[in-house]
């Protein structure tokens, strides 16, 4: 079985470019949420996508946008970026879409720092 | 008040302690909560999942209070292994969206 999956691993960029992260979910899930974390706290929601479809939606700006595949791969996109983007970016898989009888699985992370 | 409150810690404790944390959360309609692991630098992982009273698993026990709206882990019989973060987490009431609090950082010493 293979687990979530996140390219690249780290990232540097510099403020006002764009970003693209990628997440490849585990075998079996159909759905796919991105977390960010930053240093010394908790992830927090961005988005989930199930079906192709965003499924849910956290306090994020609109510059932060998504994608879904058929094969259920996934992509964060951050348009315009700013220092405060810098984070952790967690792939969660599961399969479904609610996670009382569906943990997330969460990938390694892409480390982003935006200069 | 925040959705979901843990107190940062660290806590240090010698191998073989028992020690246990507390998470706060406000949302008085959820019905299941979790706990994660998050080692340094690594990827949070599913340590419990809490659907009722509470769960047990080996060392681990979780339990819920819903009158007071907390959750709490106890670690008995702490391993060195055991030092990490751990992540109190709150679905919302659809079950997408997963609500974390900060983390308590544990230190197990020898």
């Known amino acids: 079985e293979t687990g979530v999956t996140q390219s690249p691993t780290h990232l540097i960029k510099t403020r006002g470019q764009q970003v693209t992260l990628r997440c490849s979910s585990q075998?079996?899930?159909?759905?796919v949420s991105w977390y960010q974390q930053a240093l010394g706290q908790g992830p927090q929601f961005i988005f989930q996508y199930y079906r192709e479809e965003e499924n849910g939606r956290g306090n994020f700006p609109p510059r932060f946008s998504g994608l879904q595949f058929p094969n259920y791969s996934s992509e964060l996109n951050v348009n315009a970026l700013e220092l405060d983007d810098s984070a952790l970016y967690l792939c969660?898989?599961?399969?479904?879409?609610?996670?009382?009888?569906?943990?997330?699985?969460f990938g390694n992370g892409t480390r982003l720092t935006v200069t | 008040r925040k959705e979901v409150e843990q107190d940062p810690g660290p806590f240090n404790v010698p191998e073989g302690a028992t020690v246990a944390f507390n998470c706060t959360y406000s949302n008085s309609a959820s019905q299941s909560f979790f706990w994660y692991r998050q080692d340094c630098r690594k990827e949070p992982k599913l340590l419990m999942s809490?659907?009722?009273s509470g769960n047990e698993d080996g060392r681990f026990t979780a339990q819920l209070n819903r009158a007071s709206q907390y959750i709490s882990l106890l670690i008995r019989d702490s391993k060195l292994s055991d030092s990490a973060t751990y992540l109190c987490v709150v679905p919302n009431n659809a079950g997408n969206m997963l609500t974390f609090g900060g983390g308590t950082r544990l230190m197990v010493k020898p």
């Open positions: 075998s079996g899930h159909n759905t």
């Open positions: 969660a898989s599961s399969l479904a879409p609610g996670s009382y009888n569906s943990p997330l699985h």
């Open positions: 809490v659907y009722s």
